[in-house]
Nanobody, 123 residues
Framework: QVRLVESGGDSVQVGGSLTLSCVVS????????VSWLRQAPGQERDVVAI????????YYPDSVKGRFTISRDTVKNTVYLQMNGLKAEDTAMYYC????????????????WGQGTQVTVSS
């Protein structure tokens, strides 16, 4: 059984930093695509970072490019999201996801999900 458990969400001020962690069991983060997504109230769930198993490809939307970094530790089987220069619009529930059911990176295509961790950014 695959399980993903996120942690690290917190309330921070604009300009601050946070690192989210996602401990994965039942699936190796070194051999599958991993992703972080977020969902703000009343909004759709959006991808904020993707890293493929080969490490040859990472994706960040323009809204977070240069501020967010996805990484993984294959020994700890953990995925991280380093977030710097946080803005109020980064406030959302953040989810870790792994594995693809299909051939695209749309949110609905990810096979396994964590329960989410809340990030709140205020001025």
């Amino acid at each position: 059984q695959v399980r993903l458990v996120e942690s690290g969400g917190d309330s921070v001020q604009v300009g601050g930093s946070l690192t989210l962690s996602c401990v994965v069991s039942g699936l190796s983060v070194g051999t599958t695509v991993v992703s972080w997504l977020r969902q703000a109230p009343g909004q759709e769930r959006d991808v904020v970072a993707i890293r493929v198993s080969s490490d040859l490809f990472t994706y960040y939307p323009d809204s977070v490019k240069g501020r967010f970094t996805i990484s993984r530790d294959t020994v700890k089987n953990t995925v991280y999201l380093q977030m710097n220069g946080l803005k109020a619009e980064d406030t959302a529930m953040y989810y870790c996801a792994a594995g693809l059911r299909g051939t695209t990176y749309r949110p609905g295509e990810f096979a396994h999900w964590g329960q989410g961790t809340q990030v709140t950014v205020s001025s």
